[in-house]
């Protein structure tokens, strides 16, 4: 729902006050889809740890698995431009417990965030393609353990995000370059076949 909220404003109505006039009820309909995780998530608060899902890392809390997020994200990010090695478990991937440990990789991810959000206010397009690989991941990156912190099937879905923002970026260096249309469409292509 807040994906295609954001499409609309940002590439159908271009505000969210236009956006919420047109299209209330399916806003409202699609926001009610919401109802029942949060009502079970809510009742089940103090169970939260015992909801751990997957292969190896049980009682997992969820401050751990939070703060072990950064710098999985970070890992799915250098797997879409190096993608090696790919793993099927990692099972023995580090739970992040120190501050040491946290000091690259949150604030790297704080900052994408950031400019997520400056983007979709001042560059909505780019913000888009931010939001769209945040708010995927979200359930997953969030404070909900997962026994398996890192999985890399997680990327599938952002990275069509990040992909389509690549293209998009190599597209615009070659048109700034004057590169011809018809090379800068089979460089944008080849591109992306490379990275798929």
Partial sequence: PLLTLLYDRTFLSGSLRETWRARRGVYVGLASTWMLPAVLLVLHLDDLQQWNVGFE??????????????????????????????VLDYSDWPIARSPAAIA???????????????????????????????????????????????FEHRMYLPLAAVLTGLVLAASEGLRRLHVDTRLRTVCSVGLLAGLV
Wanted: glycine letters at 6%.
């Fill in 57 to 86: 890392l049980p009682n997992l809390s969820p401050l751990d698995y939070v703060l072990t997020q950064p710098g999985v994200l970070l890992h799915y990010l250098r797997l879409v431009v190096w993608p090696s090695p790919l």
């Fill in 104 to 150: 690259f990789p949150a604030p790297a991810i704080a900052a994408l965030g950031f400019l997520t959000l400056w983007a979709l206010r001042r560059r909505p397009p780019l913000g888009f393609l931010g939001a769209w690989c945040f708010v995927i991941l979200a359930p997953t990156s969030s404070v909900i353990p997962l026994a398996d912190p890192a």
